[in-house]
């Protein structure tokens, strides 16, 4: 049961354009969501976090929006760059009870920016 | 060094053999995670260390792998009698909180497992 869904395995942008990326999740108690971005033979380079408390969190280019009501995640860049063609994956963790803070992951959309 | 590390970066098995996967986190850092990620997959859990104890091995899919933590620095993998379906990348990630903290974990370059 995938408990994180990333349902576009790639998505093509024009440079200069806006990316999104969109992520949704099952799981109610999931708190802690993360996007994470990966060049081949690289591992998982952090991007951007949200807490469930919010609905918004800005860094730069990047903005990651959540509506917890939807269970639903969006990352947007602007403006895209070449430089962020690599595969960007959704991630959530549930820190409740003393459980671990391990992350959930989905499966990853390759974002291709065209020059 | 500034980040995660693990080694080897690419190791080729055998059916049969055991293998041992190294991972260095960033100095400091109290939690340390392992992940699997199978090709066109996301990472999946295998699992956690605060220190050097072991709270979370729920992830770990038989009992032939094994990791351990010893002094609450590096960590060690290690998958017995390794099998085709373990082929896989093996990631590490550490974090700098405990256990009842959000906070970011930051990943190594992985170690890509192919079983023969």
């Known amino acids: 049961d995938q408990q994180v869904k990333q349902n576009s395995p790639s998505l093509s942008v024009q440079e200069g354009r806006i990316s999104i990326l969109n992520c949704d999740y099952t799981n109610s108690m999931f708190d802690y969501f993360l996007w994470y971005k990966k060049y081949p033979a690289e591992g998982p380079t952090f991007l951007i976090s949200i807490s469930s408390i919010k609905d918004k969190n800005e860094d730069g280019r990047f903005t990651v929006f959540l509506n917890k009501s939807a269970k639903h995640l969006s990352l947007h860049i602007v403006p895209s760059q070449p430089g962020d063609s690599a595969v960007y994956f959704c991630a959530a963790s549930a820190l409740h009870g003393g459980a671990t803070n391990k992350l959930i992951f989905g499966t990853g959309t390759l974002l291709a920016v065209q020059p | 060094g500034a980040g995660v590390s693990q080694s080897p970066r690419y190791k080729v098995a055998k059916r049969g053999q055991d293998v041992a996967l190294r991972c260095d986190p960033i100095s400091g850092h109290v939690s340390l995670f392992w992940y699997q990620q199978a090709l066109g997959q996301g990472p999946e859990f295998l699992t956690y260390?605060?220190?050097?104890?072991?709270?979370?091995k729920s992830g770990l899919p038989s009992d032939r792998f094994f990791a351990e933590r010893p002094e609450g620095s590096v960590s060690t993998l290690k998958i017995q009698r390794t099998q085709q379906e373990d082929s896989a990348v093996y990631l590490c990630a550490s974090s700098l909180a405990g256990l009842a903290d959000k906070d970011t974990q930051y990943f190594g370059p992985g170690t890509r497992l192919t079983v023969l």
């Open positions: 260390f605060q220190n050097e104890a072991q709270l979370d």
